[in-house]
């Protein structure tokens, strides 16, 4: 007699660290509810990350020897490991070669995600049934289909964003993009979606010109994304219902978030991070509460050296003492040291300039009284969650919409800049001085306390995250069901 297997899906994050973060405790999370997952990375995602882990035990000529769920496999989940290519050699830069780099997503990448499926399906045990794939994937449902597999497509920004996306044809067919001459008036007219100011749109959907390779991608990802059987996003239900029940109009769209790790405590058992962390706590240690500004623009965003430069002045005038994270390619692969000359020595004491570090450890030590920060998606939650006031300044692509809610919705973070493309040194000083007052600073927190409530609540006992991830798993178990009786 057959005995029921668990149900197994190969889950491909898109190759960002900001991607790769909530993919890791999304395959967590659904292995502890019984699912088998093998998660994919890209090999130069998986060489970065071995590297900057100090693992030098790479034998393997495919990169494969290290794997970075052995310890969680240890503790009984079935997370299996496996690297698939790109498309593009793994020591290739592909922050310093964007456009080669979207291309291979767009065009070269498939095929060999293809050939690793079509070997997982003939021999894996228990069988595939699922691929989970990043929404900005262009391939996901359409190989799923082609194997007889359910698709579950897996968004990490908010579901604002990803209606904003959705809805492009309605962009273009009112002018508000893609058209010599964008629509400056507010866009009121988005199933779930309050008006929204155009310059709050994505930095992509801002653009005239949508011929671009970039573009290219996040078309070819939407129109792929329709024949997905189900979506889970990185968002909490109760900051966003109205967008998320719209959505939930077109197919099963579920709020699994906030997709942390459980007592947001590094979870060192899993290497995500692409580049050597500093230790930053006996510095922290040394400070007041609250006096130390956390500033960082993640792990992707590229800044101009001119801006850097006046963010760099507004912090010299400043009395603040700050942690600014500022990875080897922030500006550019070719410029290694963009800071002006003789500013780290100006701030010696009071400043501490690294390339990385673990977020989660900074933003929970009690020294740190507010982040500066791109807005990435993950980086906001983190804040909510560690209560720390957010001072903003977007860089590209989805910032610009997260800046909105953090500055405009939910009244937990201020701007950077009045402009959102330009920053000088006056208003760096001017701003930075006014965020680090302890007035300010404790109405932010406290309206960050009320927000953080919703995070709390998701995650809690009965809460959004647990619920819709059961409806899920509920409702993807029945389908699988339906789908292996069609195929017997």
Known sequence: ??????????????????????????????????????????????????????????????????????????????????????????????????????????????????????????????????????????????????????????????????????????????????????????IDYIPGVKTIEPKDLMSYLQEDDATTLVHQLIFAAFNDVRGADFVLCNTVHDLEPQVIEALQCYKPFYAIGPILPRGFTNNATVATSLWAESDCTQWLNSKPHGSVLYASFGSYAHITKWALWEIANGLLLSDVSFIWVLRPDVVSSNDLDPLPVGFKEAVRGRGMIIHWCSQQQVLTHPAIGGFLTHCGWNSILESIWCEVPLLCFPLFTDQFTNRKLVVDDWKVGINLSDNQRLVNKEEVLKNVNRFMEENLRNQLKATMGEIKKYLENALGPGGSCDKNMDCFVNNFNAKAKISSAAIN
């Open 1 to 186: 007699m057959a005995t029921e297997q668990n149900p197994h899906a190969i889950l491909f994050p898109y190759p960002l660290q900001g991607h790769v973060i909530p993919a890791v405790n999304l395959a967590i999370n659904l292995a502890s509810r019984g699912f088998t997952i093998t998660f994919v990375n890209t090999k130069s995602i998986h060489h970065k990350t071995t590297q900057a882990n100090n693992n030098n035990n790479v034998h393997a000529a495919n990169g494969e020897a290290d794997d970075i769920f052995a310890a969680v496999r240890g503790s009984g989940l079935d997370i299996r490991y496996a690297t698939v290519s790109d498309g593009l050699p793994v020591e290739y830069d592909r922050s310093l070669n964007d456009e080669q780099f979207t291309g291979a997503m767009v065009y070269v990448m498939a095929a060999h995600v293809e050939e690793l499926v079509a070997k997982m399906v003939k021999c894996s045990v228990p069988p595939v049934s699922c691929l989970i794939v990043d929404t900005f994937f262009v391939w996901g449902s359409a190989i799923a289909k082609k194997y007889g597999l359910l698709c579950a497509s897996f968004w990490t920004e908010p579901a604002l964003v990803y209606t904003l996306y959705y809805h492009m044809d309605l962009l273009i067919k009112n002018g508000h993009f893609a058209s010599h001459d964008n629509r400056k008036d507010p």
